[in-house]
């Protein structure tokens, strides 16, 4: 077996298991240690794997979290989709609080032109809403994060703590075991007070936040009452949500 061969070989066996040693690489190919050595060197120049005494593991991978503006403009055709179903769960009268994630603004851009009370601390969110001309909307004053365009901080927080609503619509980084997390923890903080202010809880996360763990946990998986996805889940996530009483919306399901 050639070395560039071995080396996807080696390099698949570290994504399934996290990461190899030295002897393993030995008895898998058939080679010996100062082969095994310069194999990881390799691999390590490719940046693929890290090093460590005695083998290598996997590094740790992160999703870049784009501002909004780049965000906003790769809106696909699922966050429109789960935007949808969220806005068709609003109904006049309601009071609700939107958080500041893409996914959500998609589900205030598609909102009819109904009597409606929105909380939120997005700029972006309340300047869309500002031509519903039946919207009541209140814009949570605090620190602005200008990449992201939120507003944050001890005064957010506390002013949301005044407001009880029936309905929070919350974005995530990821949703996993781990609960909802999120790359900002100032956001995170804010989003937790969201979830605590509200009668129901609904997550909006396409199926890339699915399994993903971020920095930060705001909310446990307990604390939502319905998620709302464009794909279905694996049994095993499926599984995770019945167990924490979390109802399961897919936008996929209902399209077929």
Not at 105 to 132: F, P, R, W
Not at 185 to 210: F, N, P, S, W
């Amino acid at each position: 077996m050639y070395q560039e061969e071995r080396l996807i070989e080696i390099l698949k066996y570290v994504k399934q298991t996290k990461r190899i040693s030295v002897e393993k690489i030995c008895e898998l190919f058939h080679v010996s240690r100062d082969t095994a050595r310069r194999d990881l060197v390799k691999l390590e120049e490719q940046r693929a794997i890290v090093r460590t005494r005695g083998g290598a593991i996997l590094p740790t991978s992160h999703n870049e979290v784009k501002d909004y503006s780049n965000r906003l403009q790769t809106v696909s055709e699922e966050k429109l989709a789960i935007g949808r179903k969220a806005a068709s769960l609003i109904r006049s009268g309601d009071k609700v609080i939107l958080d500041a994630s893409t996914t959500v603004q998609s589900c205030a851009a598609q909102l009819e032109d109904i009597d409606l009370t929105v909380i939120t601390n997005s700029i972006n969110l309340a300047d869309l809403l500002s031509h519903n001309k039946h919207a009541d909307i209140h814009l949570l004053g605090g620190q602005l994060n200008k990449e992201h365009r939120f507003l944050y901080g001890t005064s957010v927080i506390e002013r949301l703590s005044k407001y009880y609503v029936d309905h929070a619509f919350i974005g995530v980084v990821g949703i996993s075991e781990h609960g909802l997390t999120i790359a900002h923890e100032e956001d995170g903080m804010v989003k937790r007070k969201m979830t605590e202010q509200a009668q129901q809880v609904t997550v909006l996360a396409d199926h890339t936040k699915i399994g993903v763990t971020d920095f930060y946990q705001y909310a446990e998986l307990a604390d939502v009452d319905l998620l709302i996805t464009d794909r279905t889940p694996s049994e095993e996530f499926q599984q995770l949500l019945e167990h924490n009483q979390v109802e399961l919306l897919v936008t996929e399901e209902e399209a077929g």
